[in-house]
């Protein structure tokens, strides 16, 4: 099929992530880790030794005074905002490009994704089974990626997808991608993921976040800690775009994440007052 080729083509063009980043998310699942060897991994990388010093100067963060010295910084924002940032600046052709195709601005897929990862994390702490929380937080913030891929290929058929949904009750909007493309832009995301070498969690969570009950009994907590908090993400108003809420809700749920439906508003709420306190540090 074409776009499966061409799909494969603009993969392989896509710089992989730097080594910085990958050994961060490799020291997010040693639960024996110290802020020492995040400080190692930062000083190493020029770069990133740059943007988090500019984060962390930023007037929202509202420090007083600047912020000059590596230590201070990684103490002051914590290892999970600098994951954050270090998949944010290696991967700006995915997070920062407009997405037509899906009828969404420059950084809102940055913005989803950072609002999907805070949400993930607050499941990770409800989940019935151990997940560790930075596991939850970078797969959210990668949970998308595929979107960046598949974009050009449904751009101009956007509305027809969407109408399609309207007139068919049990149709979604991955469906309605593998309609037309043969293929989704969860298996998108996979296929970057395996490019990039990622962790198998994450390219679990990356593949099944819209149908978690697919993923490997091993992984699947973690996938539907990623789902609800996509799903948290979305009715907080920062979804992707066009494909806002048009996908359904895995009622298996409530077998790997202790939340009733009373709750959902509460967390949120406090959902969006963590992420519009940490998106003014990224986009202030």
């Known amino acids: 099929m074409k776009p499966l080729k061409e799909l494969i083509e603009k993969i392989r063009t896509i710089p992989p992530l730097s080594q910085s980043a990958m050994r961060l998310m490799e020291l997010m699942n040693n639960p024996n880790r110290s802020l020492q060897q995040v400080a190692e991994i930062v000083q190493n990388d020029p770069s990133l030794t740059a943007n988090v010093l500019k984060v962390v100067n930023a007037p929202a963060f509202g420090l007083g005074r600047p912020v000059t010295s590596l230590s201070r910084a990684l103490s002051f924002l914590g290892e999970r905002m600098i994951v954050g940032i270090a998949l944010g ?3 700006p052709g995915v997070y920062g490009k407009p997405l037509a195709g899906y009828e969404s601005e420059a950084g809102e897929l940055w913005e989803h994704s950072l609002r999907t990862a805070i949400a993930s994390r607050e499941m990770a702490g409800r989940a019935l089974a151990d997940i560790p929380a930075d596991s939850a937080f970078t797969a959210g913030i990668l949970h998308d990626i595929g979107k960046s891929l598949l974009s050009e290929f449904i751009e101009g058929k956007t509305r ?20 037309l493309l043969g293929f989704d832009h969860c298996q998108a995301g996979l296929a970057l993921a395996e490019h990039w070498n990622l962790p198998e969690i994450l390219r679990q969570a990356i593949s099944h976040h819209h149908e978690p009950a697919n993923a490997p009994d091993e992984h699947r907590p973690l996938v539907f800690c990623v789902h609800l908090g996509d799903m948290i993400a979305m009715l907080g108003g920062t979804g992707v775009g066009a494909d806002c809420l048009a996908y359904p809700l895995e009622e298996r749920f409530q077998e790997y994440v202790s939340l009733t439906e009373d709750q959902v508003e509460e967390i949120a709420l406090s959902v969006a007052m963590e992420f519009e306190k940490t998106r003014t540090l990224f986009f202030d």
């Open 89 to 91: 600046s290696s991967a």
């Open 160 to 179: 027809e997808i969407i109408s399609s949904i309207a007139e068919e009750e049990d149709l979604g909007f991955l469906e309605a991608e593998r309609r």
